[in-house]
């Protein structure tokens, strides 16, 4: 099993590559699209809109929620194509990896003038990786 971190640094290549060929101001669908069609390519095996069911108490809700891509049963990314990342998307991804049991999640903003100024990086308790790359408010 690939290291997460090569993962990490796989995904953010090829999002790199997409955002310098097609730039920014596309829906989040394609750019969703194509990153999975890419890493799929990659030998990944790749899970798009992923449904994930919620264990609360007693209570048992099926596909509460769903993530944009989920990278080899471990690595969530979360598609944007917006003016610019938000705390609330950072909240957002963080609570989907506690629930999800999951170490890293990646939030890539495609809609930057660079795709560098658009990568968030979220740590779950996991210590193999840096720490967590700063997100704006």
Known sequence: MKPIDDITRDVIGV???IHRE???GLLESVYEAILAGKLIKMGYKVDRQKPVDIHFEDLHIESAFRVDILVDDRLVVEVKSVDQI?????KQLLTYLRLMHQP???????NGETMREG?????NNHSD???S???RD
Not at 104 to 109: A, E, H, M, P
């Open 22 to 24: 097609l730039g920014p």
């Open 104 to 110: 890293v999640g990646l939030i890539l903003n495609f």
């Open 86 to 90: 938000h705390k609330v998307h950072a």
């Open 15 to 17: 999002a790199m590559n």
């Open 133 to 135: 790359a700063p997100l």
């Open 129 to 131: 990786s840096a720490s």
């Open 119 to 123: 990568i968030g990086r979220l740590v």
